[in-house]
């Protein structure tokens, strides 16, 4: 399986990869899409998972600090 991410919340009519396209690190995906909650004065937010051989992992362990 080796590693998959998943980015949730994103814009789709920003989208510039498909499921499955290989990336590179830095590339841009899409832009950070509205969400309900952006109307109560709460921030948009990204989604961000990591799966290691079909187990979820820490994603923060991906991140750079």
């Known amino acids: ?30 832009c950070v899409g ?3 909650g952006e109307s109560n004065g709460e921030s948009a937010f990204l989604h961000f998972a990591v799966t290691v051989d079909g187990e979820s992992v820490n994603p923060q362990d991906y991140l750079l600090s």
């Open 1 to 30: 399986c080796g590693m998959t991410t998943v980015y949730g919340n994103l814009n789709p009519d920003t989208l510039s990869v498909a499921v499955g396209d290989s990336v590179t690190a830095g590339q841009a995906l899409a």
């Open 34 to 36: 509205s969400s309900a």
